[in-house]
């Protein structure tokens, strides 16, 4: 899908992997028969309906719509009904209001209710060992699917999507929206770099009096790493895998614009849109150049000249407002800075795996840079990955010592420097 009609693998590895903190592990893969392997179970396998449960969470999913219906948080004791759809808002060629069209700088729809792109969709239930996942269908350029693997206190949605039709002659931009009962009374929360958290009110401006014109656009606000909506009691946070323009246009709702950008590629670039709040690197297909400099439509055919087709990643994690900090600042982290994956033919390095450090530093410590400055010189740079609090235990200060963390590589001075809030 995502290369046209290049590719194509007929199945997908899975395993369980670990890593030492700032090292390497290197596993080994022999293909020892040439027969197909067996498909997993699929549902019905005498469930009233499909769901996906491992000692974190039970996920719930509608029989008949096959949307996501409910998220029950297991380990808590208490649960949320969690709808979640794809939408795609038409792009506006210009009104009466305003000739502006929207384009490659410029997100404005011509109204404020998306479409949806299907009522219902078409799913697929696979359980195993290893991962437990609900593949959704919702049209033949739009699919999802769900993930649950064994200790994971969160729920992944890996959403694929394109070529965007627009034969209609209709621009499209996509939205992933979730919508729950919690009475968020207009606020919502993104994250301001992939560090600090912002709160953002809908129709709203702390420094001036709003006057709206651009009910979606003007609430629209840059998403570098995660969003989330909470009230007194329950917070609901999505994770990203890429800086995306996000929402709450309903209370107890949020949304994030399906992008096309790099996994973790465009987090310093969605800071430049402070100013004027839009969607960043967004898998968009539109008809019409804004006239803001690129002289044409944002239109991408792609190799194929069918249009770009990509995929992405969301992490879902439904906690208590007092303790979800804990659960999204180091899960935010992991997904900005993923382990690299490297492939290769042979039996591999005769070292199977490597730490740079004796012992793992405190969870709520991050190492941001260890860079060589000359001979025998090393840039170390930690940063503490919680705001003042914002958590009972991950914001407290905390001291490391540095002659006893660093491994293989030799050892760093001597001191022992105390982190108490956030940055490096």
């Known amino acids: ?3 046209g009609g290049a590719g194509g693998a007929p199945g997908e590895l899975l395993f369980q992997a670990w890593a030492p903190p700032l090292g390497f592990s290197t596993f ?7 027969r197909d392997p067996q498909d997993p179970p699929e549902w019905p396998s005498g469930d009233a309906e499909p769901q996906l449960e491992n000692e974190h969470l039970r996920v719930l999913f509608d029989p008949v ?17 969690v709808f979640q759809s794809f939408y795609w808002y038409n792009a506006s060629a210009g009104d009466g209001l305003s000739p502006q069209a929207s384009g490659a700088y410029i997100f404005r729809p011509n109204a404020s209710a998306p479409v949806p792109v299907a009522k219902r969709a078409a799913t697929r239930l696979l359980k195993t060992a290893l991962v437990q996942e609900l593949q959704q269908n919702f049209s033949a350029w ?9 200790g994971q206190p969160y729920l992944e949605l890996e959403w694929t999507v394109g070529p965007i039709p627009v034969a209609d002659g209709l621009g499209k931009e996509l939205v992933s929206r979730f919508e729950t009962p919690l009475r968020t009374a207009g606020r919502f929360y993104t994250d ?21 014109s651009e009910p979606v656009a003007g609430n629209y606000y840059p ?53 004027h709040p839009c969607p960043l690197q967004l898998h968009r297909r539109l008809l019409h150049d804004d ?22 990643r969301h992490l879902v994690l439904l906690d208590t407002a007092e303790a979800a900090a804990d659960g999204h600042r180091p ?40 860079q060589p400055r000359g001979a025998g010189t090393l840039l170390l740079r930690l940063e503490h990955l919680f705001e003042p609090g914002e958590s009972r235990n991950g914001s407290r200060p905390v001291t490391v010592d540095l002659t006893v963390s660093h491994g293989a590589g030799g050892t760093a001075g001597g001191s022992q420097p105390r982190f108490g809030g956030p940055g490096p």
Request: contains cysteine; positive net charge; charged residues 20%.
């Open 28 to 34: 080994g893969v022999k293909q020892l028969s040439q």
């Open 291 to 312: 006239n803001r400099g690129m002289a044409e439509a944002l239109d991408e055919p792609g190799a194929d000249g069918r249009g770009l087709v990509v995929r992405g």
């Open 142 to 150: 739009c699919s999802q699917v769900l993930r649950l693997r064994p």
């Open 192 to 212: 301001s770099n992939g560090r600090q958290v912002l709160q953002r009110r809908r129709d709203y401006r702390p420094t001036w009096n709003l006057s709206q």
């Open 223 to 275: 998403v570098n790493s995660r969003i989330f909506i909470r009230d007194q009691k329950l917070q609901l946070t999505v994770l990203t895998d890429r800086s995306q323009g996000g929402s709450s246009l309903l209370d107890g709702s949020l949304e994030l614009m399906v992008s096309w950008g790099h996994p973790g590629g465009t987090r310093g670039r969605a800071q430049r849109c402070q100013r």
């Open 65 to 81: 719509t096959g949307h996501l219906r409910e998220i029950q948080n297991l380990a808590k004791g208490f649960s949320l009904p």
């Open 331 to 370: 899960r935010a982290q992991e997904m900005a800075t993923p382990p690299a994956v490297v492939l290769a033919p042979g039996p591999g390095p005769p070292l199977r795996q490597l730490s740079g450090l004796r012992r793992a530093l405190p969870p709520n410590l991050h190492l941001l840079t260890l």
């Open 1 to 3: 899908r995502l290369r």
